[in-house]
């Protein structure tokens, strides 16, 4: 017999060794696997939280992580820190990387932004060593601890994998918790900061302001059992702080309380809140955060039970990057700051602020770039950015593609500081000081021009 005369069987053995005859489309669908992952990331007693020592846990702090498996290997991760900036990021994305056998760059470290919680700059505490500056800021211990944990349960749950057969999306109003932080007076200028505590009712009276008001939901399912939902929405997630008491503050709670009522993994990610807290809402009362931790659980389960479900295979998930290297702000001198950490005379703050500047100038020396990232899932897009960025390169991203689920997680690689608009650097104002950000206001047409490039690449899908 030939098996020319049989196309049945040849059709069939083809498609056994991944071939087509000529005409014949022979698909190889491939499931979408899912797995998730979560640590403790309590410091100890004693150790450096963002501003204050720890003095205990009021409630714990997480490190969770999903592992999308198809083509490749993503791993999506979110820590209630107040960030990871520069050689953490680098060191948390290959310790994860190799663990569970893919490249650092389909590896994402994003913070939450909690204040009685820990920084995380391994660069910056290398800076502090060079000039014989003893400052407790950093905990390289327990940070090496934590990645070694992180990865280890990143590699322990790949023997958890489950299939993907449908991805949800959904989006619902979170009511009464963001507002823009920079009130702008008649000239222009920023008149008030609204800090997310703001005792003034005056400065807390004045208008909402910009922001993006939508928690976006994206869910993983196989068939009608939910395996695992990731939550974005834009806001400084401070309620009050400097407590000495680590806790994960009102989105962490909102989270925590979700993933009880749902029984299914939950990640959550800030989006693009640098310049939006919760100031026009609260006045630093403590009974305040279970207020707000309320309206952002409210928010979550709205989108959530908004979610749409499609189809979903291996092939459909796809990650893309852009290189860039943000402009140094103008204040940034590498002389000055070299004599400032120098001068032993000068006040610890001081001393914090020209590490960062040289720290951040001698990456941008090294043309050491930020990846800007784009995972495209389906019809969905999530934008991994760097920073505490300003709603409206968010506003932005969602207006380019209407047609697709845009969702954004900023607060990833923290030693950028806050990222404005171009027009925010003229407006004064915290949020575009010295203190704050070390990028200028030409920082907004390069990542305009990554993620206008990321999301036009319709290739990912």
């Not at 991944?18 to 403790?40: M, N, P, Y």
């Not at 714990?60 to 592992?67: E, H, K, M, N, V």
């Not at 092939?315 to 001068?343: C, F, G, H, R, W």
Request: proline share 5%.
């Amino acid at each position: 017999m030939t098996l020319a005369r049989y196309p049945s069987v040849l059709l069939i053995l083809l498609m056994t060794l991944g071939f087509a005859s000529a005409g014949v489309t022979v698909l190889r669908a491939e499931s979408l696997k899912v797995a998730t992952f979560e640590v403790d990331a309590s410091p100890p007693i004693g150790s450096p939280l963002a501003y204050d020592p720890t003095k205990g846990i009021q409630s714990p702090l997480s490190f969770r992580g999903i592992i999308l498996q198809g083509q490749d290997s993503y791993v999506l991760c979110s820590v209630d820190w107040l960030g990871v900036s520069s050689d953490s990021q680098k060191n948390f994305k290959r310790a994860i990387a190799e663990a569970v056998g893919t490249d650092p760059k389909y590896v994402v470290i994003h913070a939450i932004h909690q204040h009685d919680a820990p920084r995380c700059d391994a660069t910056t505490q290398a800076v502090f060593d060079e000039f014989d500056l003893d400052y407790d800021m950093f905990d390289l211990k327990f940070i090496d601890q934590m990645q070694a944990k992180a990865a280890a349960a990143a590699k322990q749950s790949l023997e958890h994998l489950e299939t993907v057969t449908h991805i949800g999306t959904g989006q619902a109003e979170i009511e009464k918790v963001a507002s823009n932080r920079r009130i702008l007076g008649p000239d222009g200028k920023v008149k008030y900061v609204r800090y997310t505590a703001t005792k003034d009712p005056v400065i807390r009276a004045q208008p909402i302001g910009t922001i993006d008001p939508m928690c976006k939901s994206i869910s993983f399912w196989n068939g009608d059992r939910p395996l695992a939902v990731m939550t974005y929405y834009a806001t400084h997630p401070q309620s009050y702080y400097r407590t000495g008491l680590a806790n994960p503050d009102f989105p962490g709670m909102a989270r925590n309380a979700r993933e009880e009522k749902t029984k299914t993994f939950h990640i959550h990610f800030n989006g693009a809140g640098g310049n939006i807290g919760a100031g026009k809402w609260n006045d630093g009362a403590k009974e305040n955060r279970e207020v707000l931790a309320k309206r952002v659980e409210d928010g979550m389960q709205r989108a959530w039970e908004a979610t749409t479900r499609r189809p979903i295979e291996a092939d459909d998930v796809t990650m893309t990057s852009v290189d860039v290297l943000l402009p140094l702000s103008p204040y940034i001198q590498k002389e000055e700051a070299l004599s400032e950490l120098k001068n032993k005379e000068l006040d610890r703050l001081t001393h914090f602020r020209a590490a960062r500047e040289l720290a951040w100038l001698r990456r941008n020396e090294a043309g050491d770039a930020i990846a800007i990232q784009c995972l495209a899932i389906g019809d969905a897009r999530i934008l991994h950015m760097p920073g505490e960025l300003f709603v409206e390169y968010q506003l932005a991203a969602q207006k380019l593609r209407p047609d697709l689920f845009v969702a954004m997680a900023a607060y990833g690689d923290y030693a950028p500081g806050y990222i404005g608009t171009e027009v925010s650097y003229g407006e004064g104002g915290y949020e575009t000081s010295r203190t704050a950000s070390r990028v200028s206001g030409r920082a907004e047409q390069v990542l305009m021009g990554a993620i206008t490039k990321l999301l036009q690449d319709d290739s990912a899908k």
